[in-house]
């Protein structure tokens, strides 16, 4: 019985664990966390020709501010 005992105290743990991180992190992002995040998207789209596309010619990625041109 005793082992019954660690068993459910073990299975109660995990439950409360994974009641903690279902919990949504409320928490700002830090410059490092958005970096960070940047990063991995990056990383993960790297091979996409239509990443690297936006990459080179995305209005984001510029040094300057975007203008509109007439004509």
């Known amino acids: 019985m005793l082992f019954w005992m660690d068993v459910a105290d073990v299975i109660d743990d995990i439950r409360q664990l994974e009641e903690m991180f279902e919990a949504p992190d409320i928490r700002p992002l830090s410059a490092s966390d958005v970096s960070a995040a940047n990063r991995r998207h990056d990383q ?28």
């Not at 596309?53 to 203008?67: A, K, R, S, T």
């Open 44 to 71: 993960t789209l790297a091979s996409s020709p239509w990443f690297r596309l936006w990459q080179d010619f995305g209005i984001c990625c510029q040094p300057e501010n975007p203008m509109l041109s007439e004509g």
